[in-house]
């Protein structure tokens, strides 16, 4: 993560949130917002005080150019975009700069 620094970081399927709690170890002072499709999911993670992560969500998302575009759309620019295994995506994006 030091190479992409961020302010706010959103884990798109975070399940129980253990990335974010070892990013909060190393970045306590960044904002982090989990959402995953399973509300047990997101009542683990809260029953371990993990108050970032509050909600779900049902995210489908097709192919990496999808993803892109909507990133786009949200006035992001897509650093890195890596379509893994399945469903899985590796997604890099950071606020677009202001010109």
């Known amino acids: 993560m030091k190479k992409y620094p961020f302010q706010e970081l959103l884990d798109v399927g975070c399940g129980t949130g ?3 709690e070892l990013l909060l170890k190393e970045f306590p002072d960044r904002s ?3 959402i995953d499709l399973t509300p047990r999911m997101i009542e ?3 029953e371990k005080q993990r108050a970032h992560i509050s909600g779900h969500g049902d995210v489908r998302i097709h192919s ?3 993803v892109s ?3 786009k759309a949200a ?3 897509v650093e890195k975009l890596e379509k893994q295994k399945g469903f899985r995506m590796h997604l890099v994006a950071v606020k677009a700069s202001i010109s």
Request: hydrophobic share 35%; charged share 15%.
């Open 18 to 20: 253990p990335m974010i």
């Open 32 to 34: 982090y917002t989990g």
């Open 44 to 46: 683990v993670a809260q």
């Open 64 to 66: 990496c150019e999808e």
């Open 69 to 71: 575009n909507m990133c």
């Open 75 to 77: 006035g992001l620019r």
